[in-house]
């Protein structure tokens, strides 16, 4: 079974920083792609960065110039670092992974995490 797990949110001050990981456990063949969502209250869930396995990324244009995303493939984990940030940034976090799995069978699928709340104080 694989799994998403992240870590790293929190609350911080406006103009602060935070670094989000995921690591994606189970039994993994490769990932494609791996990124970070976010939703707000009252909004819907929207691409914040997202890096493919060649090392290209992609980022929305809200957080470029801000916002980082990395991966370690070896360890099939991606992390987000994220500074000068703002009260709008304020969102519960996701990862997502769009990879391909074997458990007797070649599966392949997109994932999500449970989720990391980033709060950001004005």
């Known amino acids: 079974q694989v799994q998403l797990v992240e870590s790293g949110g929190g609350l911080v001050q406006a103009g602060g920083s935070l670094r989000l990981s995921c690591a994606a456990s189970?039994?993994?063949?490769?990932?494609?792609?791996m990124g970070w969502y976010r939703q707000a209250p009252g909004k819907q869930r929207e691409l914040v960065a997202q890096?493919?396995?060649?090392?290209?990324?992609n980022y929305a244009d809200f957080v470029r110039g801000r916002f980082t995303i990395s991966r370690d493939n070896a360890k099939n984990t991606v992390y987000l670092q994220m500074n000068s940030l703002k009260p709008e940034d304020t969102a519960v976090y996701y990862c997502?992974?769009?990879?391909?799995?074997?458990?007797?069978?070649?599966?392949?699928?997109?994932?999500w995490g449970q989720g990391t709340q980033v709060t950001v104080s004005s």
């Open positions: 997502n992974a769009d990879l391909i799995s074997y458990s007797g069978i070649y599966v392949s699928r997109n994932y």
């Open positions: 189970g039994s993994i063949v490769s990932i494609n792609s």
């Open positions: 890096s493919t396995r060649d090392g290209s990324t």
